[in-house]
């Protein structure tokens, strides 16, 4: 039996604080490469989401020909050029080198994957990184479908983790699990989430209407969000409030460090209620149909406002 667990409370902000206190996140994604289509985008919104739930820093690590326009889109995140290969695909080994030098303590957080393109060299920088255990995983988009395409990547996944994937990654993950479980089906959407979640030992955030979310043991069935938030750059968003919240409440080697404490499950239902309650309030005065990502990255901090004040 699943227990069902409630959205946590969101905590004050303390007066002293300095945007130390509240973490950084790093976003790796982006794709250059001159045969797929130009991504940038996705990742710059994962970094302004992760502001906007409150992270004190965030730090954008996308490859070298795009570093430009990251900064255009998001100048309130620094960029980590990562080097590429003659057709602009990542190069695996000094893509390695270069993030081992610039990731220094304070990125405990990493969101992996938004616009990152599912080249073999994508997938070699993917599965290094979920092999690391010292810092916490949000893995989204294409650092998903990546790890499918590998039948053994549960092998390698090491680090304390949430996926969030949507019904079609979520069943690309499935196959290469070898598990018989269902993400579209609304009365086995639950059980197909804890299922993986369990053989994976992380947390899962299956995105779609009532998105779920669970450790395996604990499970929330989300009442917020709908049909506003199935727009182009939504579930990057989403990414990035979860990489936020985990920035300033979690921990990777104490569940619920000090006043302030959240676990890493509690911060994924959290980022997924503001991300829906986010969409409910743009929904409520302007329909539901329209809205563009940058629209839900200007309300999410009136949604925290609004759950703070119950």
Known sequence: MTDMIQVPELA????DAHKGTFGTVLVIGGCARS?????VGGPAFTAI???RSGAGLSVLAVPEPLATA?????PEAT??????????SLDPSATAAVLDAQMDHSMRVLAIGPGMGTSI????????LISRPDRMLVLDADALNVMSRARSFDMDLKAPCILTPHPGEFARLAHALDLDIDGTDPDRRLDAAVAMAMRLGCIVVLKGSHTIVTDGQRAHVNTTGGPVLATAGSGDCLAGIIAGLLAQYADVNTPCPGDRGLSMLQCAVL????????????ADRR????????????EIPAAMDQLRKG
């Open 271 to 282: 980022g997924v209620h503001l991300h829906g309650l986010a969409g409910d309030r743009i």
């Open 70 to 74: 990251a900064l255009e889109i998001a």
């Open 35 to 39: 045969s797929d289509r130009l991504m």
């Open 79 to 88: 960029v980590i050029p990562l080097p590429v290969l003659a057709d602009h």
């Open 49 to 51: 989401a992760s502001l």
């Open 12 to 15: 004050q902000r303390p007066t």
């Open 121 to 128: 060299q994508a997938g070699q920088v993917v599965m290094r």
């Open 287 to 298: 329909g539901d149909a329209g809205m563009l990502a940058r629209e839900l990255l200007q």
